[in-house]
């Protein structure tokens, strides 16, 4: 309005804002010439529309592309127009876009490529075969399968890898011109790797991933891309006899306390650059491991590997030895001499190997697996390491293609042999096997508890456990709540039992084939979780609970003494 003569009154209206102005379905789209990254408003089963056409949605709360949905570029070019349809049927009305707005938002991202959309945080490794070219594995993403395919790779199943004609720093190149990646994003190893099995060629019917990370990709066809069975791992030496004579093994005891049949066990490990201690749990193999890779480091550090919950086991057996050692957890440090790793970890040591004098590799068949990670980082680090003690309390003569892994990582010369091979002249028959353990008698060293005559009935060995973060808030809330001490103290064990099958279930799973055991437990929430263990593992077991009639009991009793089945 204009302006009020004096004495006059006015008034004077803005002009109207548009309040709850309707948000358009798509707030941004980005492309890297494989993929689109979608950030869209929020509708009410939008997910499932975009999971139908292979999209994934970005969850990590540090990536750049937090809350897209990636999206491959057939995937969603092919119907563009449906998803735009199924979109707007789900607004509503709530959200506004024409498809011209929305089609626009798509072709706009495609003329503005941005190569390393998604690339953050992604790693390659790249390491050198024996046979030339080089083996490429990593986070997948659809350039780099582009790129191993451009340069004649040969996709690896098995290992879920790339054998790749070229160097490394081609190879390396190649990805950095196409996926605009950092040079900080590649590992590249200088361990020669061995393919352990021919493998038939044939066509490529899925190509999963590389190794692991990003989405599930979709199933590839094509008669041009060729596939291989073989799965590589990297070369280790060969076991060799060391300078150590039985006179200076003995003398380097004197200062040690053992039992009668520990000097036998530290004597194997230390006249070979690596042999296999396989005693029956209780007969020391950490004591006899412990002193076997301290006399042979002579000051230098030591790798030892170990399931996550027998960290601090090790740690306080070292110090129970070695009282003045400097002990590094999960974590490289140079000026420790001892370094103790869950099998999870590995991968982070492998630029470290050569560093290590001795490696140590406790519950040893859990790299019996060759297409399993840690298993390939655990060779890494062994190609480097000349002395490789392996312990384990499993009696691996019962699996003879899994004892093959072990053979090999120990650098013998049957475990050279390719895997088919090596079966068909040491399984399948009682004479195969005795064969077998001719074969390996100098390598392997099995003692049973009847090498301890004057065993005691009964011995105890306390196993720490750590709590979790999430374990550790429910103890300190049940602390701090109000009920009464008594109801806050059966809650607080209640809890720490929970825990504790955790521990529980892990030991287990290193129990001989033959083996049976008693687990006591205080509340039946605890009996009821192991037998689920137990059966979704197919291990035999049978549970006795004070609710069990005499019948029952009796029953579960007998099963236990006479069934075959309730050994592991």
Not at 3 to 23: D, E, Y
Not at 218 to 240: F, M, Q, W
Not at 255 to 262: C, E, G, N, V, W
């Amino acid at each position: 309005m204009g302006r009020a003569a004096h004495g006059q009154r006015a008034l004077i209206v803005a002009s109207p804002k548009l309040m709850n102005k309707r948000p358009v379905l798509l707030r941004k789209a980005i492309y890297d010439g494989y993929d689109f990254g979608l950030s869209l408003s929020y509708l009410e089963g939008a997910n499932k529309l975009l999971l139908r056409r292979g999209g994934f949605f970005i969850r990590r709360s540090d990536h750049p592309l937090n809350q897209f949905w990636r999206v491959p570029k057939a995937k969603l070019l092919d119907d563009l127009d449906v998803l735009y349809r199924e979109l707007a049927e789900l607004a509503d009305g709530k959200h506004i876009e024409s498809w011209q707005a929305f089609r626009d938002r798509i072709t706009s991202a495609q003329s503005d490529m941005h190569r390393d959309a998604f690339t953050w945080g992604m790693k390659f490794r790249l390491a050198p075969l024996a046979e030339g070219g080089v083996i490429l594995s990593g986070d997948f993403h659809p350039g780099a399968v582009a790129i191993a395919k451009r340069m004649r790779g040969v996709y690896l199943s098995a290992g879920k890898a790339w054998r790749v004609q070229g160097t490394a720093e081609l190879v390396r190149s190649n990805l950095i011109l196409e996926l605009g990646l950092a040079e900080n994003q590649f590992e590249i190893l200088d361990t020669l790797q061995e393919l352990l099995a021919d493998g038939s060629v044939s066509p490529v019917r899925e190509v999963t991933s590389i190794s692991l990370g990003g989405y599930s990709p979709e199933p590839t066809k094509s008669e041009e891309e060729v596939s291989d069975s073989g799965i590589y791992l990297a070369s280790v030496p060969s076991i060799k006899n060391t300078e150590l004579t039985n006179a200076e093994i003995d003398k380097a005891l004197e200062s040690f306390s053992l039992m009668d049949h520990q000097p036998a066990g530290i004597r194997h490990l230390l006249q070979r650059t690596s042999a296999l201690l396989a005693d029956d749990m209780g007969l020391g193999k950490t004591r006899q491991a412990v002193i076997a890779a301290g006399i042979r480091a002579q000051g230098k550090p030591v790798l030892v590997i170990v399931l996550n919950s027998l960290i601090i086991n090790w740690q306080r057996e070292i110090l129970m030895v070695f009282p003045e050692a400097q002990i590094a957890l999960q974590t490289f440090d140079a000026q420790a001499g001892w370094i103790i790793v869950n099998y999870e970890r590995l991968g982070d040591f492998v630029r470290h190997a050569g560093c290590f004098a001795v490696m140590v590799i406790d519950e040893a068949h859990r790299l019996k697996e060759p297409t399993a990670a840690w298993t390939r980082h655990g060779f890494d680090i062994a190609a480097q390491v000349q002395n490789r003690y392996l312990l384990t309390g499993t009696p691996v003569l019962n699996r003879e293609a899994e004892l093959h892994t072990l053979l090999r990582l120990s650098g013998h010369p049957i475990g050279q042999l390719p895997l088919n091979e090596f079966c068909e002249r040491f399984a399948g028959s009682p004479e195969f096997r005795k064969t077998l353990r001719t074969e390996i008698a100098d390598w392997m060293l099995r003692r049973r508890k009847d090498v301890l005559p004057n065993l005691k009935g009964k011995q105890r060995q306390t196993v720490p456990v750590i709590l979790s973060q999430v374990e550790r808030d429910e103890y300190n809330q049940i602390m701090r709540s109000d009920t009464h001490r008594f109801a806050r103290l059966g809650a607080l064990r209640q809890l720490l039992e929970r825990v504790k099958v955790r521990i529980v279930a892990d030991l287990m799973a290193e129990l001989d084939v033959d083996d049976k055991v008693i687990l006591f437990c205080e509340y039946q929430e605890s009996v009821a979780s192991l037998r689920e263990h137990c059966l979704a593992r197919g291990v035999g077991c049978v549970t006795l609970v004070g609710s069990d009639s005499p019948k029952k009991r009796q029953k579960a009793i007998d099963a236990f003494q006479q069934d075959r089945r309730f050994s592991r």
